[in-house]
């Protein structure tokens, strides 16, 4: 079992910065890849980031990439995502996902179903 918990989100203006943490317990999460998703109000949630459980390849969506960074720390059981140059539309509840698979190779899941566990949600806006 992993229990995730996000924090770091907040109201910040347009242009600006917010990093956000997933916290993560049981001695299993330096094993999956971790993602993270968002979910704006009225839609489906989409995948955001992905990283491999060693932190060694990345993958982004296209409407963040070269905006956001996802990086980990599996020694403090942590994800993170940095978010520069913030946009309205990024607005939502962002979360972090664990797939569950063990030391999944170089393949980065970005489909909701193929991570088993999720956090609770960290609500970031950004105000134009």
């Known amino acids: 079992q992993v229990q995730l918990v996000e924090s770091g989100g907040g109201l910040v203006q347009a242009g600006g910065s917010l990093r956000l943490s997933c916290a993560a317990s049981?001695?299993?999460?330096?094993?999956?890849?971790m993602g993270w998703f968002r979910q704006a109000p009225g839609k489906e949630r989409e995948f955001v980031a992905a990283?491999?459980?060693?932190?060694?390849?990345?993958y982004y969506a296209d409407s963040v990439k070269g905006r956001f960074t996802i990086s980990r720390d599996n020694a403090k059981n942590t994800v993170y995502l940095q978010m520069n140059s913030l946009k309205p539309e990024d607005t939502a509840v962002y979360y972090c996902?664990?797939?569950?698979?063990?030391?999944?190779?170089?393949?980065?899941?970005?489909?909701?179903?193929?991570?088993?566990?999720w956090g609770q949600g960290t609500q970031v806006t950004v105000s134009s």
């Open positions: 996902a664990a797939d569950g698979t063990y030391k999944r190779g170089s393949y980065l899941p970005a489909s909701r179903n193929e991570y088993r566990y």
């Open positions: 049981g001695r299993t999460f330096s094993s999956y890849a």
């Open positions: 990283i491999s459980w060693s932190g060694t390849n990345t």
